[in-house]
């Protein structure tokens, strides 16, 4: 069981959450081609390793999160809302 | 074989007798013994039939890794199979019988099969599912077909009931810093050692009894050791076992409460599921002795060593009168004296010849022999053994008793469970743990140390590593050398003796010889994940605690490889059997998943609703009047909202506010429609797309002020469209302020619809004037008051085609709006109507709902290509001109009549062309209704092409799996009112 350290609720069972993807990808504008698109939502990296992405407190606070996750043994180096005002008010808590 | 219970051996308690049935006679053993041990005592030899052969199977062993003595416990609804009759602790009336045997285990007519094994050799399965050569081999499964079911009816060996299973379980969670598996020196040791530098400490002991193997020591008292752990506030929790280890350092635990007790109190749960979070994981499980395979090893009779030293010293039974020990290890000289200080007569065939070894010289000891067949079938009447270096001298030895001791495994599941493999130790011939990068810390026997004080030292070894690993110390350690025994152990797997054709066993349980492992060398299948499952060797229920290593080392020998290039199988959780009982916990009948309900739910129920299951949600389904069928009750409830008013719970629909000052910027930019011209006081039905291009869910929404907007969403897509709003806000669009929030349990809703509608809602609001319809025209909303104060939002949308409108009040008021409602709508002859006559309404009018919308389906293909802005960009709007989207051969939805009106059809209906009736056809019906406006069965579904291509086509509606076929034909999905006159009424 991953157990992942919510910034607002604390550390909770993966069970929680939602996993929801990359977070390192950079969205296109809406206004964007067909291609760029495409590149986004269809070509994705497959990492063994650590790589960001993002987990929804679906059943807590409802914060959608950059988790840096290990692919091969679940460590899980650090977690962090995605919303950078977030970010600041959780940096400030510490 | 002659077992017994002896006077002065035991710690059983002799003062409370207990009666139990086996077999269907009564006998009777001690508080204290196990089920295995009582048989003993009672002289109980054979307690099964094996898996293939059927042969007389006893009791090998004294604990898990148990794979003779399977037996079922209780009957009726608590009947369980498989159950170990050594960890089966004795209760008053327990009621076990043997398996797989009729009419006995004593006397099997299936026993046949022992002289059939040639057929049944390893992978006569699979030879099976080929066919009979030369005939049909390859080609043809005619053969299986034909023994298929005589095959599964023999297969497996107990039988679990089928009956609702009567008792309750539970789950239970738990943290910790430090769990500690198992309660033998090392773990108590461990226990101690970190309880006393202050960690909070969960030990775990699978037995009832905390000591592990020491329990099996004549003089051992465990009192003293469990007083210490209980001073020192560490949580003890016996029979319970770690069946698995998880990511950090999650440990499962299965706690059986009630297993042991004859009449449990109703209100504890038989089992309990623990979940333990922990920081550190100390695992001191002990090792598992290994048998010998040599012809016949399987006799009721033969068992390992230790266990005989368990049966002595625990339980007081002496398991034989004239024994005889073979092994290639120190392990067995302890135990050798004490089976003759019992009054045993014991010789020990040690297969080495260079060793020494002090005993009180009241038995035999002959060096360099080594057992190769054992005679008797249901009991050993000798056993014939040899010089080790020169089988052809050989003798026979007079015994009732074969021990075995083949040298130790340790026990390395739980760590293998983390991935980390095992590596091969040739001084002590057996499998090592590996240092794991985990917080987890192997001690004891289960890291190969044979003695107790270098068990002792590799307990507080542990904690400190623990400690360490914690960064609570920072305190230099070391673990005790692997070994410990005076002289080394010499491997020994297998005796062969090649004049025999009798059957040397590695597996018990699952009839596996080295016959097998051999056949399967010769056929191919040499790695040992195939050689496990071309001959099911480890896959019994003690999953190869036993012969494992005995497999491996003939495929070694075979392949002229080492047993660590052979590999090992990986271990798997769990350890050992977990019920699904334990595994569901409360999560069953009413309770397997949760019910949502709506705030008028009871009040939908008193009016007479028939209630469906929708996701999660109770809705009603349809209101019957006394006789009515449910076609009766939907036709009749259509019709009338038709004719004059209906009213109908659609609190189940997602709602959500929006609120901030870039809310209708972020609407524009998930729906695909228009929503910055939307004006305050109107609402908008509107459809989002998901970033390929697919339509998500559709809804409306209503703009209650300039930076207010309430939306709603379909009843299934709810949760999800709550979580994309989110995470578009807090992940793409930071710089948007605007804020989500989920109202759907705040608002109770209902839909007023019919010709009737504004009339009923006049008599129930303050004021009248507000829903007129030039103050509230089509699609307008307003916040105003039901009568008696009820603050109420109202909008006039529709989902029926009819003037309709719908009211939103607070969840604490819906009761009292359905009565007001209802009391005026019964002045118009209105009906109350259910999820059935809405959908019958909602097909007649061409509505899509998750039956089209099934995530697969774009706008366009929905016919609502109108509702795709071409003046902006939305979410989806580059993806959806995607050309696989674009194709014409996509499906278009479309309505369907039957050509003959008088027939009906059924949702799932393939639809082809005339002379071309296979595969997927060219489209499907997704909806269906009886229309009771039009007066015939009506669909709703898609086509490719659409409606331009077909609509003067004859097709063919194709439905095998109701094996019924009808003529159809497509036309527009708006079957009532396409100009919807009647909802701008």
Redesign the interface.
Not at chain 1, 24 to 36: G, Q, R, V, W
Not at chain 2, 753 to 765: I, T, Y
Not at chain 2, 807 to 832: H, I, P, Q, R
């Given at each position: 069981?991953?157990?992942i350290n919510c910034p607002y609720c604390g550390e909770r069972d993966h069970s929680e959450f939602?996993y929801?993807g990359d977070?390192t990808i950079n969205?296109p504008?809406?206004?964007?081609?067909?291609k760029?698109?495409?590149e986004?939502?269809?070509f994705r990296k497959n990492i063994k390793g650590f790589q960001f992405e993002?987990w929804?407190h679906?059943n807590g606070c409802?914060?959608?999160l950059v988790v840096e996750r290990s692919t091969v043994?679940?460590e899980i180096k650090s977690v962090k809302?995605?919303?950078?005002?977030?970010q600041k008010v959780v940096e400030n808590n510490k | 074989m002659k077992t017994r219970r002896l006077d002065n051996y035991g710690k059983i308690n002799r003062d409370k007798i207990l009666s139990f049935r086996w077999d269907k006679k009564n006998y009777k053993g001690f508080e204290g013994d196990t089920l295995a041990s009582a048989l003993l005592a009672n002289n109980i030899g054979i307690v099964g039939r094996s898996f293939k052969y059927h042969r007389p199977r006893g009791i090998f062993s004294s604990g898990v890794e148990e794979s003779g003595a399977l037996v079922t416990i209780g009957s009726k609804d608590r009947r369980d199979p498989n159950v170990r009759a050594t960890t089966q602790e004795l209760y008053n009336g327990l009621e076990a019988s043997g398996q797989n045997a009729f009419p006995n285990v004593n006397f099997d007519l299936a026993g046949i099969n022992n002289y059939l094994g040639r057929f049944f050799a390893a992978g006569f399965y699979y030879k099976t599912f080929m066919g009979i050569p030369p005939f049909e081999w390859g080609r043809g499964t005619a053969i299986w077909m034909f023994f298929e079911k005589f095959i599964r009816k023999a297969a497996g060996m107990g039988s679990a009931s089928e009956l609702p299973d009567p008792d309750s379980y539970e789950h239970a969670h738990d943290f910790c810093d430090l769990i500690v598996v198992g309660s033998g020196p090392a773990g108590v040791a461990a226990a101690i050692e970190a309880a006393e530098k202050k960690l909070d400490v969960i030990l775990v002991e699978q037995d009832s009894l905390v000591g592990g193997d020491q329990l099996a020591e004549n003089n051992f008292d465990n009192s003293q050791i469990k007083n210490q752990l209980e001073n020192l506030g560490i949580k003890i929790m016996t029979r319970t076992t770690a069946f698995g280890l998880?990511?950090?350092c999650?440990v499962g635990l299965l706690e059986r409460v009630t297993d042991h007790i004859s009449a449990p109190n109703v209100n504890i749960p038989r089992q309990r599921f623990w979940?333990i979070?922990a920081k550190h994981i100390i695992v001191g499980a002990g090792a598992i002795e290994r048998h010998i395979a040599f012809n016949n090893n399987d006799i009721p009779g033969v068992m390992t060593v230790n266990a005989s030293k368990h049966y002595l010293n625990r339980y007081g039974v002496l398991t034989g009168k004239r024994i005889a020990i073979a092994t290639n290890n120190d392990s067995v000289y302890e135990t050798a004296q004490q089976l003759s200080e019992a009054g045993a007569n014991v010789t020990v065939l040690d297969s080495r010849t260079n060793f020494e070894i002090e005993t009180n010289k009241c038995f035999e000891i002959r060096k360099g022999y080594v057992p190769y067949n054992i005679n008797g079938s249901k009991k050993i009447h000798s056993l014939d053994v040899s010089k080790s270096e020169n089988m052809n001298k050989s003798e026979t030895i007079n015994c009732d008793q074969v021990l075995l001791s083949g040298g130790w495994s340790p026990a390395v599941h739980l760590l293998s469970h983390r991935g980390v493999r095992p590596k091969w130790d040739y001084s002590n011939a057996c499998f090592l743990p590996s240092d794991s990068?985990?917080n987890i810390t192997m001690v004891g026997s289960s890291r190969g140390l044979w003695n107790k004080n270098d068990c002792i030292a590799s307990g507080i070894a542990g904690t400190t590593d623990a400690l360490n690993r914690l960064g609570i110390s920072k305190t230099n350690y070391f673990f005790p050398k692997p070994g410990g025994w005076k002289n080394p152990i010499q491997p020994l797997y297998e005796v062969k003796y090649k004049k025999s054709r009798s059957k040397s066993f590695v597996d018990y349980q699952h009839d596996v010889t080295t016959d097998d492992v051999r056949l399967a060398h010769r056929e191919g299948f040499i790695s040992v994940e195939h050689l496990k499952r071309y001959t099911t060797l480890g896959m019994a229920n003690d999953q190869g605690k036993m012969g494992n290593i005995i497999g491996l080392s003939l495929m070694a020998e075979l392949l002229k490889k080492e047993i660590p290039e052979v590999g090992t199988t990986v271990f798997r959780p769990p350890y050992t059997s977990v019920s699904i009982g334990a595994l569901s916990g409360r999560n069953v009948g009413k309770h397997f998943r949760p019910l949502r309900v709506t705030p008028m739910h009871q009040w939908n129920i008193d009016n007479g609703a028939k209630m469906i299951e929708v996701g999660l949600y109770q809705r009603p389904w349809y209101y019957p009047k006394e006789n009515e069928t449910l076609s009766d009750s939907y036709i009749r409830e259509a019709s009338t909202v038709r004719k004059t008013v209906g009213i109908c719970d659609i609190t189940s629909l997602g709602k959500i506010a929006i609120q901030g000052p870039d809310s209708t910027e972020f609407l524009n930019?998930i729906y695909s429609n228009g929503f910055s011209k939307l004006q305050v006081g109107k609402a908008r039905y509107g459809i989002m797309l998901r970033?390929?291009g697919i339509v998500m869910d559709d809804g409306t929404s209503w703009r209650l002020a300039e930076n207010e907007y309430f939306m709603t969403t379909s009843t299934g897509e709810a949760?999800k469209v709550m979580?994309w709003l989110?995470?578009l806000?807090?992940?793409?669009w930071?710089d948007l302020n605007v804020n989500v929030t989920s109202v759907s349990e705040q608002w109770a809703g209902v839909s007023v619809a019919g010709p009737k509608s504004r009339e009923v809602l006049n008599n129930c609001v303050d004021d009248s004037l507000v829903i007129t319809n030039n103050n509230l025209p089509f699609m307008g909303v307003t916040s105003t008051f039901l009568k008696g104060n009820i603050p109420c939002r109202i909008a006039r949308i529709s989902f029926s085609g009819e003037l309709a409108f719908e009211v939103y009040v607070k969840s604490d008021f819906a009761n009292t709006m359905m009565d007001l409602l209802w009391e005026n709508a019964k002045k118009y002859d209105g009906c109350l109507y259910g999820l059935e006559a809405l959908g019958a309404l909602r097909v007649e009018k061409g509505h899509v709902t998750a039956a089209e919308l099934d995530g697969r389906v774009t706008i366009d293909d929905a016919g609502l290509s109108k509702m795709a802005s071409t003046k902006k960009?939305?979410?989806g709007?580059?993806?959806r001109?995607?050309g696989v989207l674009k194709n014409n051969d996509r499906e278009i939805l479309v309505g369907f009549f039957p050509t003959n009106l008088k027939e009906t059809f059924n949702a799932g209906t393939i639809v082809c062309e005339k002379n071309n009736i296979k595969g997927q056809g060219i489209g499907r019906i997704t909806s269906v209704t009886y229309s009771p406006e039009l007066g015939h069965w009506i669909g709703l579904g898609f086509v490719k092409g659409g409606l331009d291509k077909w609509k003067d086509t004859n097709l063919v509606g194709a439905d095998p799996v109701r094996n019924k076929q009808m003529n159809l034909k497509v036309v527009s999905p708006h079957m009532i009112d396409p100009k919807g006159e009647r909802m701008y009424a």
């Amino acid at each position: 069981m991953i157990r992942i350290n919510c910034p607002y609720c604390g550390e909770r069972d993966h069970s929680e959450f939602s996993y929801g993807g990359d977070a390192t990808i950079n969205y296109p504008s809406l206004d964007a081609s067909e291609k760029e698109w495409t590149e986004a939502i269809f070509f994705r990296k497959n990492i063994k390793g650590f790589q960001f992405e993002t987990w929804h407190h679906s059943n807590g606070c409802r914060m959608w999160l950059v988790v840096e996750r290990s692919t091969v043994t679940h460590e899980i180096k650090s977690v962090k809302p995605c919303h950078p005002n977030l970010q600041k008010v959780v940096e400030n808590n510490k | 074989m002659k077992t017994r219970r002896l006077d002065n051996y035991g710690k059983i308690n002799r003062d409370k007798i207990l009666s139990f049935r086996w077999d269907k006679k009564n006998y009777k053993g001690f508080e204290g013994d196990t089920l295995a041990s009582a048989l003993l005592a009672n002289n109980i030899g054979i307690v099964g039939r094996s898996f293939k052969y059927h042969r007389p199977r006893g009791i090998f062993s004294s604990g898990v890794e148990e794979s003779g003595a399977l037996v079922t416990i209780g009957s009726k609804d608590r009947r369980d199979p498989n159950v170990r009759a050594t960890t089966q602790e004795l209760y008053n009336g327990l009621e076990a019988s043997g398996q797989n045997a009729f009419p006995n285990v004593n006397f099997d007519l299936a026993g046949i099969n022992n002289y059939l094994g040639r057929f049944f050799a390893a992978g006569f399965y699979y030879k099976t599912f080929m066919g009979i050569p030369p005939f049909e081999w390859g080609r043809g499964t005619a053969i299986w077909m034909f023994f298929e079911k005589f095959i599964r009816k023999a297969a497996g060996m107990g039988s679990a009931s089928e009956l609702p299973d009567p008792d309750s379980y539970e789950h239970a969670h738990d943290f910790c810093d430090l769990i500690v598996v198992g309660s033998g020196p090392a773990g108590v040791a461990a226990a101690i050692e970190a309880a006393e530098k202050k960690l909070d400490v969960i030990l775990v002991e699978q037995d009832s009894l905390v000591g592990g193997d020491q329990l099996a020591e004549n003089n051992f008292d465990n009192s003293q050791i469990k007083n210490q752990l209980e001073n020192l506030g560490i949580k003890i929790m016996t029979r319970t076992t770690a069946f698995g280890l998880y990511d950090n350092c999650v440990v499962g635990l299965l706690e059986r409460v009630t297993d042991h007790i004859s009449a449990p109190n109703v209100n504890i749960p038989r089992q309990r599921f623990w979940t333990i979070r922990a920081k550190h994981i100390i695992v001191g499980a002990g090792a598992i002795e290994r048998h010998i395979a040599f012809n016949n090893n399987d006799i009721p009779g033969v068992m390992t060593v230790n266990a005989s030293k368990h049966y002595l010293n625990r339980y007081g039974v002496l398991t034989g009168k004239r024994i005889a020990i073979a092994t290639n290890n120190d392990s067995v000289y302890e135990t050798a004296q004490q089976l003759s200080e019992a009054g045993a007569n014991v010789t020990v065939l040690d297969s080495r010849t260079n060793f020494e070894i002090e005993t009180n010289k009241c038995f035999e000891i002959r060096k360099g022999y080594v057992p190769y067949n054992i005679n008797g079938s249901k009991k050993i009447h000798s056993l014939d053994v040899s010089k080790s270096e020169n089988m052809n001298k050989s003798e026979t030895i007079n015994c009732d008793q074969v021990l075995l001791s083949g040298g130790w495994s340790p026990a390395v599941h739980l760590l293998s469970h983390r991935g980390v493999r095992p590596k091969w130790d040739y001084s002590n011939a057996c499998f090592l743990p590996s240092d794991s990068k985990e917080n987890i810390t192997m001690v004891g026997s289960s890291r190969g140390l044979w003695n107790k004080n270098d068990c002792i030292a590799s307990g507080i070894a542990g904690t400190t590593d623990a400690l360490n690993r914690l960064g609570i110390s920072k305190t230099n350690y070391f673990f005790p050398k692997p070994g410990g025994w005076k002289n080394p152990i010499q491997p020994l797997y297998e005796v062969k003796y090649k004049k025999s054709r009798s059957k040397s066993f590695v597996d018990y349980q699952h009839d596996v010889t080295t016959d097998d492992v051999r056949l399967a060398h010769r056929e191919g299948f040499i790695s040992v994940e195939h050689l496990k499952r071309y001959t099911t060797l480890g896959m019994a229920n003690d999953q190869g605690k036993m012969g494992n290593i005995i497999g491996l080392s003939l495929m070694a020998e075979l392949l002229k490889k080492e047993i660590p290039e052979v590999g090992t199988t990986v271990f798997r959780p769990p350890y050992t059997s977990v019920s699904i009982g334990a595994l569901s916990g409360r999560n069953v009948g009413k309770h397997f998943r949760p019910l949502r309900v709506t705030p008028m739910h009871q009040w939908n129920i008193d009016n007479g609703a028939k209630m469906i299951e929708v996701g999660l949600y109770q809705r009603p389904w349809y209101y019957p009047k006394e006789n009515e069928t449910l076609s009766d009750s939907y036709i009749r409830e259509a019709s009338t909202v038709r004719k004059t008013v209906g009213i109908c719970d659609i609190t189940s629909l997602g709602k959500i506010a929006i609120q901030g000052p870039d809310s209708t910027e972020f609407l524009n930019r998930i729906y695909s429609n228009g929503f910055s011209k939307l004006q305050v006081g109107k609402a908008r039905y509107g459809i989002m797309l998901r970033d390929d291009g697919i339509v998500m869910d559709d809804g409306t929404s209503w703009r209650l002020a300039e930076n207010e907007y309430f939306m709603t969403t379909s009843t299934g897509e709810a949760a999800k469209v709550m979580s994309w709003l989110e995470e578009l806000l807090q992940t793409r669009w930071t710089d948007l302020n605007v804020n989500v929030t989920s109202v759907s349990e705040q608002w109770a809703g209902v839909s007023v619809a019919g010709p009737k509608s504004r009339e009923v809602l006049n008599n129930c609001v303050d004021d009248s004037l507000v829903i007129t319809n030039n103050n509230l025209p089509f699609m307008g909303v307003t916040s105003t008051f039901l009568k008696g104060n009820i603050p109420c939002r109202i909008a006039r949308i529709s989902f029926s085609g009819e003037l309709a409108f719908e009211v939103y009040v607070k969840s604490d008021f819906a009761n009292t709006m359905m009565d007001l409602l209802w009391e005026n709508a019964k002045k118009y002859d209105g009906c109350l109507y259910g999820l059935e006559a809405l959908g019958a309404l909602r097909v007649e009018k061409g509505h899509v709902t998750a039956a089209e919308l099934d995530g697969r389906v774009t706008i366009d293909d929905a016919g609502l290509s109108k509702m795709a802005s071409t003046k902006k960009s939305y979410i989806g709007s580059a993806m959806r001109k995607r050309g696989v989207l674009k194709n014409n051969d996509r499906e278009i939805l479309v309505g369907f009549f039957p050509t003959n009106l008088k027939e009906t059809f059924n949702a799932g209906t393939i639809v082809c062309e005339k002379n071309n009736i296979k595969g997927q056809g060219i489209g499907r019906i997704t909806s269906v209704t009886y229309s009771p406006e039009l007066g015939h069965w009506i669909g709703l579904g898609f086509v490719k092409g659409g409606l331009d291509k077909w609509k003067d086509t004859n097709l063919v509606g194709a439905d095998p799996v109701r094996n019924k076929q009808m003529n159809l034909k497509v036309v527009s999905p708006h079957m009532i009112d396409p100009k919807g006159e009647r909802m701008y009424a």
